[in-house]
C-alpha cells in the first residue's frame, strides 16, 4: 500500500487505496490509522474523506521495501535436485 501512495499524480484516498491494493476498506483503514500513528502518512479531512500523503519517513520506508521486492524477484530460484528412485 506504501508504494501505491509514491503515485503523487493521484489524490488518494482510503477507498481508492483499498481498491487499488486488492484489499477491503476496513482493513486500508486500519493499515493508515498505524502508519498515521507511526508517522509515515498524514492525513487531511475532506468532509467524510481523508486525503493520504506519505511523509518523508513514509516515502523512505516506501524506497526501503520496493528495493527489497526488487532483490527478492530478482533472485534465481534453483530447482531442487530430483531424488533417484
Known sequence: ML????DHEREWHITDLARES???YVHTSKFVKRCEESGMIESERHGR????????KGEEIARSVAS???KINSVE???APRAQK
Not at 508504494?3 to 509514491?6: M, Q
Open 77 to 79: 530460484v534453483k530447482s
Open 22 to 24: 486488492g484489499v477491503t
Open 68 to 70: 527489497i521486492l526488487e
Open 49 to 56: 474523506v481523508k486525503k493520504l500523503v506519505l511523509t518523508e
Open 3 to 6: 508504494s501505491a501512495l509514491t
